[in-house]
């Protein structure tokens, strides 16, 4: 993976921790519904083909986080897993 690609996703994962603090949820508690949650406040703040393609980022990078935690037995499955990337504009 590029240095820039592992930089961006830490940042997701930061983000994604931050959120959850705000929200009183642990990020190891996460589930689908709450990832879905995330994304659409995610999409909110960022309109258009640009948005759309940062909240697939940030969500692939949460799929390859909870990927590793699920591999390390940190979370009992992976959430990501279940929520679809936003579709991009034509």
Not at 7 to 28: F, H, K, T, V
């Amino acid at each position: 993976m590029a240095e820039r690609t592992r930089r961006a996703y830490g940042i997701d994962a930061s983000q994604l921790a931050l959120w959850c603090s705000a929200s009183d949820l642990d990020p190891a508690d996460v589930t689908p519904r709450v990832l879905r949650r995330y994304a659409q406040v995610l999409s909110e703040r960022r309109a258009g083909r640009a948005g759309a393609n940062t909240v697939a980022r940030k969500l692939a990078a949460l799929r390859q986080l909870y990927r590793v935690l699920h591999e390390h037995g940190d979370v009992p499955a992976n959430p990501a897993d279940l929520v679809p990337a936003p579709k991009r504009p034509a």
